[in-house]
């Protein structure tokens, strides 16, 4: 799979000689922002910051080269910053950006003498950033309260660069009026690079622990950068990066408004950047209706979105310039829904010229065993295999997407198949004669082969058109995972034995290029949450073994904030993790689960 550099987005707008206040709120720990463009910054191996809300400063601090770990793959995120400490990661800050004194001399600390920090401390003495606890003291091995620390970074602002913050009003009634580090505390508020501890309170008196230290260093590294006074340091992941190496996507489909205006578009982009978010996966296809300029699809009769309006033109253009990529989705089964009951059906619709209503030598839906007529396309009519790849073709030649993404590549049930044109299909491929019961072993084989065939045609229209574009597609896993992680534990799952999506072949065999399976379990129900794991388990030792990308897909709508984050971590340790979906990423649609899943880089683990 190909990953995407994001565009860093700014967390303040900055003056020439002072720098602005950032709005009125406290910033959040976040830090995607100028100084820590997520493309950019390696993944670190730390194994005790995974679930740590300042991961992605703990990464970003370790790339400017301001932190260290206790080891390769311990960072101690919750033990104390010294004074020490301190010191040396404004140090290193200003020597990274060329505004450390030569020649400076001791500052006359009679216990740094010997000490590992002493010529950092001895820098930031020199310039005014640090006192002493004594005229002969400095303490280094003290740790550094909330209030110290903005003092500190307050006056690395003004004596280390000549760029003072300006002052900001004080919301919290824990900071008394004569405090020396009153004013500080205030800039450093308006200027997003702490926040309290709650609306009111800012906690002073309590210690900075490791991770902690490093968002608020990373903010600072961050409006520098803004400012021209730091540039970003020159080493990028590897290919094999732990982290930038893995997909985070998630789905945007077209039963709202996000899609269909630019404004949206926009505000979709945004969001999905500021989350570190590297792939959207956009519905462009609702029901075999276009929502981008088509020769083979009806134009969508959507009274939602413009005649004019090219919803897959505008995304690709809005998230490519934010180096995010774009996958067409295509809902392949599905031929109406009940959006559609009251809007005028356009000419040379599918639901309309081959749907059930549709004169039965013209039908491409499906028909049970029993003669039920279905909604859905049949995957063994040869009509809808061709069709299929005249919809991929078209996107692959007309538009610069990153993948095209299919959904509902299978049947509904294995009663279905029924479809007459279908039924000849068989006949004529395997030689028998009339009408297989829906457990006949040689009609279920045939027609699992049909939901594979669409899947290889597919991406020999791509192959075809030379472009260098992902195919994947979205995957059942209803109920129970596989008891063993290969082949014989799969076809006993209901992917096989119900929907005859054998996509654990397509897997094996390379037949596409990434596979997203669609977890959709509510954590919180017990039964529930053991099906998700089991599914995770097996994906991972599929993902493990093979070039295409397994990025599993955890039901956010389904689930509760922390849920989420619990299975967006779990997916991460196979390829990745795509979202359903970006409308309601959790179960009450909550926004901020967003911010939190770039506070922990979406839960990556190093130890894969």
Same mark, same amino acid.
């Given at each position: ?126 310039? #005014?950033?640090?006192?002493? +606890?004594?005229?002969?003291? /400095?303490? %280094?091995?003290?740790? &550094?309260? @909330? =209030? *110290? !620390? $903005? ?40 200027? #997003?690079?702490?926040?309290? +501890?709650?609306?009111?309170? /800012?906690? %002073?008196?309590?210690? &900075?622990? @490791? =991770? *902690? !230290? $490093? ?45 269909? +205006? ?9 969001? &999905?950047?500021? =989350? ?333």
């Amino acid at each position: 799979m190909r990953t995407s550099s994001l565009l860093s987005i700014t967390i303040g707008v900055l003056m020439a000689t002072t720098l602005a206040p950032v709005g009125v709120s406290p910033a959040s720990a976040t830090t995607v922002s100028q100084g820590c463009p997520s493309a950019s910054v390696p993944a670190t191996g730390y194994t005790d910051t995974v679930t740590s809300s300042h991961r992605s400063a703990i990464d970003c601090a370790t790339w400017w080269g301001l932190v260290e770990g206790r080891s390769a793959t311990s960072f101690a995120p919750t033990r104390e910053v010294t004074r020490g400490q301190t010191a040396a990661m404004i140090s290193r800050l200003l020597r990274e950006s060329g505004q450390a004194p030569e020649g400076v001399g001791s500052a006359g600390f009679v216990d740094t003498e010997g000490h590992l920090f002493e010529e950092d401390i001895d820098l930031l003495a020199a310039l #005014g950033i640090v006192t002493g +606890t004594t005229t002969t003291t /400095y303490d %280094p091995d003290a740790p &550094v309260n @909330r =209030a *110290q !620390m $903005a003092s500190i970074l307050s006056r690395t602002f003004e004596f280390g660069y000549q760029r003072p913050l300006l002052p900001g009003p004080m919301p919290f009634q824990d900071v008394a009026p004569d405090s020396v580090h009153r004013d500080a505390i205030a800039s450093l508020v308006a200027a #997003g690079v702490t926040a309290g +501890t709650s609306p009111t309170t /800012y906690s %002073p008196g309590l210690d &900075v622990p @490791r =991770a *902690q !230290m $490093a968002s608020f260093v990373t903010r600072v590294a961050g409006l520098l950068t803004a400012e021209g006074a730091l540039q970003l340091p020159e080493r990028r992941p590897g290919v094999d990066d732990a982290y930038a190496s893995r997909m985070r996507a998630t789905w945007v489909h077209l039963f709202d408004d996000t899609l269909k +205006t630019s404004a949206g578009i926009d505000r979709l982009v945004a969001e &999905v950047a500021a =989350a570190d978010g590297n792939t959207i996966i956009a519905q462009v296809i609702r029901r075999h209706d276009a929502y981008y300029h088509s020769e083979v699809l009806p134009r969508t009769p959507d009274p939602n979105v413009s005649v004019t309006f090219d919803v897959l033109g505008e995304l690709l253009e809005a998230a490519h310039s934010a180096g995010i990529e774009v996958h067409a989705w295509f809902s392949v089964a599905p031929t109406t829904h009940g959006v559609y009951a009251d809007l005028t059906a356009p000419e040379g619709w599918i639901a309309t010229d081959h749907g059930r209503e549709a004169p039965t030598d013209q039908r491409w839906v499906s028909r049970t065993s029993d003669g039920a007529w279905s909604d859905y396309l049949d995957p063994g009519v040869p009509e809808v295999q061709a069709h299929v790849v005249e919809v991929v073709t078209e996107i692959a030649q007309r538009y610069p997407v990153d993948g095209i993404h299919l959904d509902y590549v299978r049947y509904q049930s294995a009663q279905h198949g029924y479809n007459p044109k279908a039924l000849d299909a068989f006949r004529a491929a395997t030689g028998a004669s009339g009408v297989p019961a829906a457990d006949d072993r040689e009609w279920l084989e045939w027609r699992r082969e049909q939901t594979r065939r669409i899947i290889l045609d597919a991406r020999a229209a791509i192959a075809d058109v030379d472009q260098d574009i992902a195919l994947s597609a979205a995957v059942i896993t209803w109920g129970d995972g596989p008891s063993t992680h290969d082949r014989a534990g799969f076809r006993q799952t209901m992917p096989y034995t119900r929907t005859l999506q054998d996509w654990d072949r397509w897997v094996r065999e390379g037949a596409l290029d990434a596979v997203m399976p669609m977890n959709y379990y509510r954590y919180h129900i017990p039964e529930q949450a053991r099906w998700f794991d089991r599914w995770l388990a097996y994906e991972r030792v599929l993902a493990a073994g093979s070039s295409v990308a397994v990025v599993p897909g955890p039901g956010g709508y389904l689930n509760r904030p922390d849920n989420v984050l619990i299975q967006v971590r779990a997916a991460m340790r196979a390829d990745g993790a795509t979202v359903y979906s970006y409308q309601q990423p959790t179960d009450d649609a909550s926004r901020h689960v967003w911010t939190r899943l770039a506070e922990r880089r979406w839960g990556y683990d190093p130890q894969r």
